[in-house]
């Protein structure tokens, strides 16, 4: 048996309140949202140390399972600038929202905010969606309930692409209700990109300190609607956001955790 043990915890299910439509679209995101809390606490108290990638996962770990050698591991990003020329349509407003079409995208929130947007916002906007139809339930769910020449449905995009609508983009829309970090977070902030992010810690704590981000509730359309209606009017005051934390326990690369876990 090995003398010391770790645990890489890379997955937030345990914290995240499955509704119907999860179970409906993805029976395993609600069933990993019941079971992640008592699969996590087996042996977990054994672990030289647990890796997690964010502070409130850490805050909310160390609760949960009475433990404190909690650890934080920031996910290494690199900013990639070798994009694909990507051609848009210089009299609309665009929106991006690069994604997998899992029910906790939480995909319908953009489109409840479309049905509020008056019409002379809605016809100067175009929200890039990477869901096409068949890629999933639920992205079927979306398509069939969604469809206004507001949203344009471009399917899977290579990373350079991605990276194409980061460059020509105006504005990110980040309305997803679970992630263990958020990279397009970072990525469009590489990019100096404006933001429309959820609510919840997660996008405060890897947006970190930047200017040009407001947020709105998850549940809220109506919150979304309005910002985007403001963006698309130059009428947006940007809440902007601020993150301060202790960084004595996070570790910024692979290097730094691999030295950790081999030092005598």
């Known amino acids: ?12 299910t345990l914290f995240y309140n499955a509704k119907l439509k999860d179970w409906k679209f993805d029976y395993k995101i609600g069933l990993f949202s019941v079971l992640y809390k008592y699969l996590f606490q ?57 994604l997998i079409p899992q029910s906790f995208k939480n995909i319908e929130c953009i489109g409840e905010a479309i ?12 929200i890039h969606l990477t869901v096409k139809e068949g890629d999933s339930n639920y992205a079927n769910y979306i398509i069939a309930n969604y469809t206004t020449t507001a949203i344009n449905y471009i399917g899977k995009i290579n990373r350079k692409e991605v990276f194409g609508y980061y460059e020509k983009m105006d504005c990110l829309i980040f309305p997803s209700k679970l992630e263990t970090w958020g990279l397009p977070i970072s990525e469009a902030k590489a990019f100096k990109k404006p933001m429309l992010l959820a609510n919840l810690p997660y996008a405060k704590e890897t947006m970190g300190d930047y200017n040009k981000v407001s947020f709105f509730d998850v549940d809220e359309p109506e919150e979304l609607a309005a910002l985007i209606t403001q963006f698309a009017n130059k009428t947006i005051a940007y809440q902007g956001n601020k993150y301060a934390f202790d960084e004595s326990s996070q570790f910024n690369d692979w290097n730094s955790i691999f030295d950790y876990i081999l030092k005598d």
């Not at 048996?1 to 937030?12: D, N």
């Open 115 to 126: 049905k509020l947007l008056p019409e002379n916002i809605k016809c100067k906007i175009k």
């Open 1 to 12: 048996m090995a003398k010391k043990r770790f645990v890489y915890c890379h997955h937030a």
């Open 42 to 98: 087996i042996n977990i108290t054994k672990n030289e140390a647990v890796f997690v990638q964010q502070h409130w996962i850490k805050k909310e770990f160390k609760s949960l399972f009475n433990i404190k050698n909690v650890m934080v591991s920031i996910p290494e990003f690199i900013p990639n600038f070798d994009f694909k020329e990507i051609i848009l349509d210089t009299s609309k407003i665009h929106f991006f929202y690069p």
